[in-house]
């Protein structure tokens, strides 16, 4: 598979997570989760339709972070590869059945 190819694949398999929370997990923040549950829908709702993704805030066009303002906070979502296990890094982030996809959202105060 060529890098070009690997590119578009996690990105697709990144834009799945992002849209639909499918092929992975989500973590939020405790500065997340005390926004509430309805503030958190809408976060996910907001992650789900964000389109904002440029060379300065994803120079590897893989759609695997954000940074946007909701409700007068500036909050981040980041996907992050690791293996099954969640133990280590995913030996190949363009193959799901190695990798196990994780967005966490968080307050950037928190980063």
């Known amino acids: 598979m060529s890098l070009h190819t ?3 694949r996690i990105r697709a398999l990144n834009d799945e997570l992002r ?7 989500a973590v939020i923040t ?3 989760a005390e926004l509430g549950p309805d503030a958190v829908k809408r976060l996910v709702q907001t992650i789900a339709v964000f ?3 440029c060379h300065a805030n994803d120079p590897h066009e893989e759609h695997d972070f954000g940074v946007f303002d ?3 906070i500036s909050v981040m979502f980041k996907i992050d590869y690791f293996d099954k296990s969640l133990n280590f890094r995913s030996p190949n982030p363009a ?3 190695v990798t196990e996809r994780i967005i966490t959202i968080m307050k950037a ?3």
């Open 6 to 8: 690997d590119k578009d």
């Open 70 to 72: 909701f409700d007068g």
């Open 30 to 32: 405790a500065g997340i």
């Open 95 to 97: 193959d799901p059945a």
């Open 109 to 111: 105060d928190e980063y």
């Open 19 to 25: 849209q639909h929370l499918l092929g992975g997990g």
């Open 51 to 53: 389109d904002d993704f």
